[in-house]
């Protein structure tokens, strides 16, 4: 039954037993193939660490329920007080729980402070996402991710996306998910600052972005590739970056359907690096 805590905080429930059903949310956070099918058809994600969670309210996502030990509850009970009722009409659920059952509920030493489990919210049209940047004014600036598979490097990328002033992002149909817990923790919440979706078509989709006005450059090796350099000297008005998966990066269709190739000068018999390394290059580079 949920309670109001002597800090002033309504909703909260002690727990103790790590198979308690209200803790569905949160159990075998640590299996990757398990956890990208099960919170996108749930329509949830779990924000980990006080400072994530802070930034996920603060762009508008609205969290199910709260899991942490009792000795992070002050420090969130200011934010947690003053939320909305969730859609039944009572408080959000903070569940407090010992760090041992924590660990049992989630598979890994919950030591960053707090978990919530949020609401999943709609993603936008990719015109209304490129329309609605800058203040309306439009996107100049597009990062587009093709198949990436390692959630560490989508959550890099994200966080050089927000530092270098990088519009929005687009990810293929096959692409990590954003929103998976660990790319959220690398990127320290920037993805809830760096507007995103996911394209329904590949390489199709990138047709829509040319709709657009934007010149897509895919960053590839090739032998009539243009040099970084070249390309920041005189850069066109709208420009898409797009960034190939790890190991063999971009696929020959979406070069081909690219507008132009785009390669970092390397030095020392190094030939490309890494995704997430390569983004903040390219995005520094391109700047505006």
Known sequence: MSTSDPAGVPGVVRVTDPADERLGDYTNLTDVRLRSKHEPEKGLYIAESSTVIRRAIAAGHRPRSFLMAEKWLPELAPLIAGLPPGDDGAPVPVHLAEPAVLEQVTGFNVHRGALAAMHRPA????????AAARGGAGARRVAVLEDLVDHTNVGAVFRSAAALGVDAVLVSPRCADPLYRRSVRVSMGTVFQVPWTRLEAWPGGLDALRAEGFTVAALALSDDALSLDELESDPPERLALVLGTEGDGL?????AASDTVVKIPMAGDVDSLN???ASAVAFWATRV
């Open 251 to 255: 696929s020959a269709t979406a070069v």
């Open 275 to 277: 995704v997430a390394a």
């Open 123 to 130: 993603l936008p049209a990719v015109h209304d996402l490129l």
